[in-house]
């Protein structure tokens, strides 16, 4: 079946710095990637759509300065968030949707992100 | 535009009693509609889909939802509770057929099984 591969799947940095989030499509073509993102105990929240080639889609109320994505390639997209805070702490997941089959969506097996 | 709503936060069964999870969704086109688990510090599985075929649909582990249009509801249940299904379930909706859409899930339900 399809696969994502997200990469860390852990990561602790210190504020001010910046760390980059990749999800690759392993066995299939992600012309579209999601990206989003999970505070404890609460639901993911939509954070951006990534099209290659292309900028990326930012739900309002999120900074596109502090959170980067590339979608350089079919099977490539990533998330840099740049000079990290602590509050940018969470759970960071990305996701695929097949553009044949069943048109199913997979999903990355995210990454844990701390900011001290 | 299409969201859910998860109309209960935290659902406490005991083991091998019936389990309900309730969703209702808001849709202006056809939608399909999904449900995910998520055990903690783990990623998202799919339970099960909806995508105007059957509206009783049956996933996996014994979960099963029913799509009533009439109701805009989505409701999840098992019959019979397992300790191991205690964990966190998000309604999920979104348009069919367009690559570039994306789920869009309701806050969740924490189930809880006791013994």
């Known amino acids: 079946g399809a696969v994502v591969s997200q990469h860390p799947s852990r990561v602790i940095c210190k504020s001010g710095t910046s760390v980059k989030i990749e999800c690759r499509s392993l066995?299939?073509?992600?012309?579209?990637m999601f990206w989003y993102r999970q505070f404890p105990k609460q639901s993911l929240m939509l954070m951006a759509t990534?099209?290659?080639?292309?900028?990326?889609?930012?739900e309002q109320g999120v900074e596109k300065d502090k959170f980067l994505i590339n979608h350089a390639s079919l099977t490539l997209s990533t998330l840099t968030v740049t000079s990290a805070h602590p509050e940018d702490s969470s759970f960071y997941i990305c996701?695929?949707?097949?553009?044949?089959?069943?048109?199913?969506?997979?999903f990355g097996s995210g990454t844990r992100l701390t900011v001290v | 535009a299409q969201s859910v709503t998860q109309l209960d936060s935290h659902v406490s069964v005991s083991e091998g009693t019936p389990v309900l999870l309730r969703c209702n969704y808001s849709?202006?086109?056809?939608?399909?509609l999904f449900w995910y688990v998520q055990h903690p510090n783990k990623g998202l599985q799919l339970l099960l889909k909806?995508?105007?075929?059957?509206?009783l649909v049956k996933g996996i582990n014994g979960f099963e939802a029913e799509f009533k249009k009439s109701e805009t509801s989505f409701h999840l249940t098992k019959p019979s509770a397992h300790m191991s299904d205690a964990a966190e379930y998000f309604c999920v909706v979104t348009l069919g057929g367009q690559a570039g859409t994306a789920l869009i899930f309701g806050k969740g339900t924490t189930l809880s099984v006791s013994s």
């Open positions: 990534s099209n290659e080639g292309s900028k990326a889609t930012y």
């Open positions: 996701s695929a949707r097949m553009t044949t089959g069943d048109y199913g969506y997979t």
């Open positions: 909806y995508t105007s075929a059957a509206t």
């Open positions: 066995d299939f073509q992600a012309t579209t």
């Open positions: 849709s202006s086109y056809s939608p399909s």
